[in-house]
């Protein structure tokens, strides 16, 4: 199992003539997430080849138009398409309006039932819980409510050892519960130790996106051990005034807080169009942390027992017509 | 003198991977103005290589999304930018609360004024006059309140054949009546009439834009004798139904409307999805009027006394990255 995070863009503020400002599509052992929607991100969805309908969660982190000014089209986009599937949408309390009254204004009663879910940004809080998973959202500090969200795989079962079994005769109707962890005794008596019957399942995985904040110790409490860290960093230490002022992260506080996290990898993303060169991102994290990556447009990071694989989604680098 | 149009985007409904929603940028005596702005229309801008700053006055046909949901993010990036010069968006009632409700979310107060001036869409209307243009907005029949928009140029001064002036000794300070078309007495009592003084100026050009409406007669009296008209269709015949059912024209509709208008070219835009050959609308249209143009995406439509010159803007097909 792995879990892939497909970035569909990461710039800051405005976006240029080839880059997308800020939005991912996390797949979870086959759920598909959207996590914040900058203008531009359904033409990117389309890109990437991700099917509109296997999005039934959309994740927004704030109001700021780099995150959000997006999310109107492809709902209505979705419309268009003739969905019917529902759909539930989490984000800041006034999410809700500013979506319903451009549709209002247009006269559009959507083909499918959107749920708005309103996070709030003092604490963190569980936005959604299957047998699968769980997602979280967790306060950040910028100049607006805004939240991150962390994605959290839970434990599956564990895996039978067929020949084992059958060697001792198990009946398939003992399966479950020696997948489920117990041992295993056979009509004569013999115990037998559910590790030998058994192979552990993968490790849960776990993703969290820490959106437009400035450093806090707060954010590594709240996704301690996460494999993947994407951490927005606008500036490097350079800007450290213009980051402040903004409260957004350098380089170097992205690298501080997966450290406090115990993090296995962290991805930089939401580079200010003032640097021309994010290489530079990438040394100054380096300095504090061990596994940094750049988040690329249309590039895919997967992420599973072996490590990060990134790929990039395009054939070429033309290939945008 | 010429008047050019640039295409950003000429897809209707849903943005796909390669292809834009409605909006154009009208160059008229060196005035910029944009009109209609679907999502991504600021980074069609910017491979047009379009300066922000030189525009002034948007106009936004009505509040469908492919025709308006990238204007927030374009105002908000003249923000970002430090703009500071003011801004008119031209339409409907709505549109105002709509930006502003956007702005508020994000803790926005833009660096430069925006002016919003409301069209209606029940009689035609001067939005704006200066001794250069006068642009008019006037009623089509869409599902929801729609205008199109006309822009003319207004009548240039008279130019001065300065070897034949200079022959009969006319002085400089006599220049500014004769360009005004008066005729000139020397001293000695001889009358030159303005024609030997003078060329004709450049005719004044007319474009007109007509976004989505239905098929009526009243579009064309509104705009006679139009230079240009970009009319959409978003249907050919095949799909006449669907085509009155939503309230879009055909192809042949366009043409027809340009031939009552007296129009001098049509170019057609606005294209469903479901067709994958667009010579279909300008095969259909030419049957009903001489001279019509598919509209396309970062190209220019530049009209002159010569006639109509269409140039791509991109060096090559797949030049976006």
């Given at each position: 199992?792995?879990?892939?995070?497909?970035?569909?863009?990461?710039?800051?503020?405005?976006?240029?003539?080839?880059?997308?400002?800020?939005?991912?599509?996390?797949?979870?052992?086959?759920?598909?997430?959207?996590i914040d929607c900058g203008e531009g991100t359904q033409k990117q969805l389309r890109r990437s080849k991700i099917k509109f309908s296997r999005i039934n969660h959309i994740f927004i982190s704030h109001l700021h138009g780099d995150h959000f000014f997006g999310l109107v089209?492809?709902?209505?986009?979705?419309?268009?398409?003739?969905?019917?599937?529902?759909?539930?949408?989490?984000?800041?309390?006034?999410?809700?309006?500013?979506?319903?009254?451009?549709?209002?204004?247009?006269?559009?009663?959507?083909?499918?039932?959107?749920?708005?879910?309103?996070?709030?940004?003092?604490?963190?809080?569980?936005?959604?819980?299957?047998?699968?998973?769980?997602?979280?959202?967790?306060?950040?500090?910028?100049?607006?409510?805004?939240?991150?969200?962390?994605?959290?795989?839970?434990?599956?079962?564990?895996?039978?050892?067929?020949?084992?079994?059958?060697?001792?005769?198990?009946p398939v109707c003992d399966y479950h519960w020696i997948k489920d962890g117990k041992d295993w005794t056979s009509e004569e008596g013999q115990l037998v130790p559910n590790k030998e019957l058994t192979f552990d399942p993968p490790?849960?995985?776990?993703?969290?996106?820490?959106?437009?904040?400035?450093?806090?110790?707060?954010?590594?409490?709240y996704i301690q051990g996460v494999d993947l860290l994407y951490h927005e960093s606008t500036f490097c230490e350079d800007k450290a005034k213009r980051?402040?002022?903004?409260?957004?992260?350098t380089a170097k506080e992205a690298a501080i807080v997966a450290k406090e996290a115990g993090a296995t990898h962290l991805l930089l993303g939401h580079f200010s169009a003032r640097y021309r060169d994010f290489?530079?991102?990438?040394?100054?994290?380096?300095?504090?942390?061990?596994?940094?990556?750049?988040?690329?447009?249309?590039?895919?990071?997967?992420?599973?027992?072996?490590g990060l694989k990134v790929e990039s989604l395009t054939t070429s680098p033309s290939d945008e017509k």
């Open positions: 199992m792995a879990l892939e995070l497909v970035v569909m863009g990461a710039a800051s503020a405005t976006p240029t003539s080839n880059q997308y400002t800020t939005s991912q599509l996390l797949k979870m052992r086959e759920h598909y997430f959207l089209g492809l709902l209505s986009s979705f419309h268009l398409l003739g969905r019917t599937t529902p759909l539930t949408v989490y984000g800041p309390p006034k999410l809700k309006d500013l979506i319903l009254a451009q549709f209002r204004a247009s006269g559009t009663f959507t083909s499918y039932p959107i749920h708005f879910a309103v996070t709030q940004h003092k604490v963190p809080q569980v936005l959604l819980e299957t047998d699968d998973y769980t997602i979280s959202s967790f306060p950040l500090k910028h100049r607006i409510a805004t939240t991150g969200f962390l994605f959290e795989e839970k434990e599956q079962q564990r895996k039978l050892n067929k020949p084992v079994a059958d060697a001792y005769g198990v490790a849960p995985l776990r993703y969290a996106f820490a959106s437009d904040t400035m450093y806090t110790h707060d954010t590594a409490t980051a402040q002022e903004t409260m957004h992260s290489g530079q991102f990438k040394e100054e994290a380096l300095e504090w942390f061990d596994s940094v990556w750049l988040a690329k447009e249309l590039h895919s990071y997967r992420l599973s027992s072996k």
